[in-house]
């Protein structure tokens, strides 16, 4: 079975660490069935690893997936069927199936909106506007 290259890790809270583990995988899998137990920014760094992910179909899954560019970053799947997520696991870590075409073009997308890099760089703007206006009165 595929037990020895599953990694139940939890929570990580040494982002070192977690690069590491995240670079290494094939598949990211966000099973949470209720929309208290996932949060987007475990999505983000799942995203931000470029790698296929698989959620469950709780709401805030669906953060990033709001628009065309967006929707294919991730696949939602009722995670209490065991053979369809096993099925969508299956199909998104195997080359050149439909969810692999559209998901990295769609993934670059939330990169290029959501990621840590490109959220500083909008705030970073916003301030030395908010700063320029306060200085030409």
């Known amino acids: 079975g595929v037990q020895s290259r599953v990694i ?3 929570f990580i809270d040494d982002p070192e660490k977690q690069a ?7 598949c990211f899998l966000l099973p949470y069935a209720e929309v208290g137990q996932s949060g987007s920014a475990v999505l983000a760094d799942a995203l931000a690893h470029f790698r296929p992910v698989v959620t469950s179909t709780a709401k805030s899954m669906f953060v990033y997936r709001g ?3 967006t929707v294919g970053s ?3 799947v009722d995670v209490t ?3 369809l997520l096993a099925e969508t ?4 870590v195997e080359p050149e199936t439909h969810h692999n075409l559209q998901m990295p073009r769609h993934q670059q997308a939330v990169y290029e909106t959501y990621s840590l890099e490109r ?3 909008r705030y970073q703007r916003v301030y030395a506007f908010a700063l320029s ?3 030409n009165q």
């Open 67 to 69: 628009s065309l560019d």
């Open 8 to 10: 139940y890790t939890g």
């Open 133 to 135: 206006r306060k200085q």
């Open 81 to 83: 069927n065991a053979e």
């Open 74 to 76: 991730s696949v939602s």
């Open 119 to 121: 959220t500083q760089e």
């Open 20 to 26: 590491a583990i995240l670079s290494q995988a094939d």
């Open 89 to 92: 696991i299956a199909s998104c």
